[in-house]
């Protein structure tokens, strides 16, 4: 079908001064890309913080019993905990949910003592679910089924003076309140690159824990979901299927001061794409009061044949809806490989920050992958539309406060 | 005697600008009858264009009682002005003004498309423009065109749908004698093909001869008001009247 003449009017229009038109679209598609760059990394960013985070220790989702979350006491134990751990892994999504018990000891080697949370895992399933446990500096991580063993960080070894194959005595409190203490023997040392958080690592199978503390089963059981976004669905769910003597949470609440941070850096990066926004806004903006400047004869002509303010500011509108729709392209032309091509490289941040460190007790990479995906275009097309379409309206407003016998008078 | 579609009683209008006023009209009393065709001459600032203006709907008088196509056009809103150009009024003006991104055909059918038309309107575009001598020029832009014929395209923008009033301010000032003379035969016989009313302004005598009715502004004021005898008849130009349907009728 034939567009109608008011559209071919707007299409030549957008033509007629072809250098504007093309730096106007430049500068769109040009901002366009930038923001879909800020956004890749901040949505890259969140993906990946919410990962390390996840399989750091805190998890996706968590299982705990009643009341922990008040107090956050580490001797909670869960009523029936091989139930929910069996709920936990039936979960659709779920790419594994591990069984932990925490209690606070003390580890002794000869005249050397560290204070910590021990940490009861299981040997087959932790590496899976917490990659510190990958880490291994020296000697192996738990083996299944081999007891009285120890994996501790290697701020944990130096302090103690201990070495592969050393014994350390831990204590902690017992069930019945009497300090009870058990042997380790180190198989393996684990080297996060932080110190600090080398210092607070010392893990041993379930079963270790329970015997040394007589409280019996996990305290937690932790789940690793395949999208961290459906972190809440799968809450619900879970919390569905299981008693009233446990709560599910999710990371969010696990970690609050890291969730703050993280909508504090969301919101740094949306003034970071506002600001560029604003920018290419004043552009075009500039660009497009020229342009009706410059035709200010033409629209006054137009008024005097009878088109209507409202059809004079259309025409304005559907030009700059024109050169958003170029602008996204250009955009996308531009911003999709870029955000495409470090969604598989990486930004290597390694230079500033060494090979790695830590933010609230986490482990980060020094290299973030932008999140490439179908959101691009979208994104592309409400920035870029939606930054030409607001150009356009005082331009537009100008042309609809225009009086068409002083303009015709002017250009007589 | 046929009624009046323009009424003017004691029409002023002043321009202000900043401290300055200026006094463009002083008291226009004037009456136009629907088919005439007149010529609105007088010095450069005696209010011609103004009158025109006003007229026109594009402008409102500062005083008095104007009244177009039975709508005083004081009491108009702007949207309502508009509407009334759109509907009942043509324009010519004395630097043809077409869209420059458009054809002449689409120059044509773009008023017609404001007015609501639907399907026919390429057609009746064409129309128009071969009953004017157009017809091979109409998929040229006006830069491809010389200035009489893109004058001539201005005319049948005005014309196509079929206003009841084309108003023309100085139409032939940047035309040569020759395009001139063709120009205002095309709207005389226009005129009398189809009993448009033509209004126009002019300071060429040559234009002036062809008017039916003459009146004269002098200072923003009606000097001279002078009808002439009925035109003895005359060959139509060809094409005209043949296919533009009457004024009056709605497409």
């Given at each position: 079908m034939r567009p109608g003449v008011g559209s071919r009017y707007a299409w030549r229009s957008v033509r007629r001064n072809i250098r504007r038109t093309v730096l106007s679209v430049a500068g769109i598609g040009f901002g366009c890309a930038l923001a879909l760059f800020v956004d890749g990394v901040n949505r890259g960013k969140d993906e990946f913080y919410v990962r390390v985070a996840a399989e750091t220790?805190?998890?996706h989702l968590r299982v705990v019993p009643a009341g922990w979350r008040l107090?956050?006491?580490?001797?909670l134990r869960l009523t029936d905990g091989p139930a929910a751990l069996a709920a936990a892994r039936a979960?659709?999504?779920?790419?594994v949910a591990v069984p932990r018990a925490r209690a606070q000891a003390l580890l002794a080697m000869g005249t050397h003592v560290v204070p910590l949370e021990l940490v009861g895992a299981d040997p087959a399933l932790e590496p899976r679910a917490d990659?510190?446990?990958?880490?291994?500096?020296?000697g192996h991580y738990l083996v299944p089924g081999e007891r009285g063993a120890a994996v501790v960080g290697r701020a944990v070894a130096e302090r103690l003076g201990a070495d592969l194959g050393d014994e350390i005595l831990a204590t902690a409190m017992g069930f019945d309140g009497e300090i009870q203490s058990a042997l380790f023997r180190i198989e393996g040392v684990v080297a996060t690159g932080s110190e600090d958080i080398d210092a607070s690592i010392c893990q041993v199978a379930l079963e270790d824990l329970e015997a040394l503390t007589g409280r019996r089963g996990p305290g937690e059981i932790t789940v690793i979901l395949?999208?961290?976004?459906?972190a809440g669905v799968a809450r619900d769910r879970l919390s569905a299927r299981l008693g009233g003597g446990s709560e599910v949470l999710t990371w969010h609440e696990l970690a609050p001061e890291f969730e703050g941070h993280l909508r504090q850096d969301t919101a740094s990066a949306r003034l970071v794409t506002g600001l560029i926004i604003a920018i290419v806004l004043l552009g075009v903006t500039s660009a497009q009061l020229a342009a009706v400047l410059e035709r200010r004869r033409e629209f006054a002509v137009l008024s005097a044949l009878g088109m209507s303010t409202r059809r004079m500011v259309g025409l304005l509108l559907q030009e700059a809806l024109l050169l958003g729709l170029a602008g996204a392209t250009v955009g996308l032309a531009v911003g999709g490989p870029l955000v495409w091509h470090y969604a598989r490289a990486g930004l290597d941040f390694s230079r500033w920050l060494g090979s790695s460190y830590s933010f609230q007790g986490i482990i980060l990479e020094p290299i973030l992958y932008l999140d490439f995906g179908l959101w691009l275009l979208p994104e592309a097309l409400v920035i870029s539309l939606g930054s030409t379409m607001l150009a356009s309206l005082y331009p537009a407003r100008f042309v609809a406060r225009t009086d068409p016998a002083v303009s015709l008078r002017v250009a007589q | 005697m046929s009624p009046p579609i323009v009424t003017s009683r004691g029409v002023t209008k002043v321009f202000t600008l900043g401290s300055v006023q200026t006094q463009a009209l002083r008291g226009v009393d004037l009456e136009v009858r629907e088919g005439e065709f007149l010529a609105l001459v007088g010095?450069?600032?005696?209010?011609k264009t103004t009158l025109l203006n006003l007229i026109g709907a594009l402008d409102v008088p500062t005083a008095g009682a104007l009244t177009v196509l039975d709508r005083r056009v004081a009491e108009l809103t702007r949207g309502e002005r508009a509407e009334l150009r759109l509907r009942s009024i043509g324009f010519v003006f004395q630097a043809y003004?077409?869209?420059?991104?458009?054809?002449a055909r689409e120059n044509v059918e773009f008023v017609l498309e404001l007015q609501g038309?639907?399907?026919g309107r390429r057609r009746r575009a064409t129309e128009v423009l071969e009953e004017l001598g157009l017809g091979e020029l109409a998929d040229r832009h006006p830069r491809e065109l010389s200035g009489g014929q893109q004058q001539r395209v201005a005319v049948a923008r005005a014309v196509a749908a079929r206003p009841r009033l084309v108003l023309a301010d100085?139409?032939?000032?940047?035309?040569d004698g020759e395009n001139a003379e063709v120009l205002m035969h095309l709207m005389r016989d226009l005129r009398t093909a189809h009993g448009m009313t033509f209004m126009f302004s002019t300071h060429d005598p040559r234009v002036v001869e062809h008017a039916v009715r003459v009146v004269t502004l002098v200072d923003g004021r009606v000097a001279r008001d002078e009808e002439k005898p009925p035109e003895p008849p005359h060959e139509i130009l060809?094409?005209?009247?043949?296919r533009l349907p009457s004024a009056g009728a709605r497409p």
């Open positions: 220790g805190t998890g107090r956050r006491d580490a001797d979960l659709p999504g779920v790419t990659r510190l446990m990958r880490r291994m500096e020296r395949g999208d961290w976004r459906q | 010095p450069s600032g005696s209010g003004n077409l869209v420059p991104v458009l054809t038309m639907g399907t100085e139409p032939t000032a940047n035309l060809p094409g005209i009247g043949k």
